[in-house]
């Protein structure tokens, strides 16, 4: 995970396989969520005040599923 400006510096960021997520199935769950915009059919969800991710995404083809990487939060 990177802030936007970082990428913006870096010209080949290292990325992350991340394989368990929780599946969320309304976005007004979110507290404090952005989201980016559309990279093909998917838009990726971000930290909405320091714009760091993406902590998890959202296909467009769904309107009603959206996955959170368990390794990008603090859960208990």
Not at 34 to 57: H, M, R, S, Y
Request: charged share 30%.
């Amino acid at each position: 995970m990177k802030k936007k400006t970082a990428l913006l510096a870096s010209s080949s960021p290292d990325g992350d396989v991340l394989q368990d997520h929780w599946l969320v199935d309304d976005m007004f769950s979110f507290e404090n969520i952005g989201f980016t915009k559309d990279v093909g059919n998917v838009k990726f969800l971000i930290c909405a005040d320091c714009e760091i991710g993406p902590i998890g995404w959202h296909c467009l083809d769904d309107k009603k599923s959206f996955y959170i990487a368990l390794d990008r939060v603090s859960h208990e």
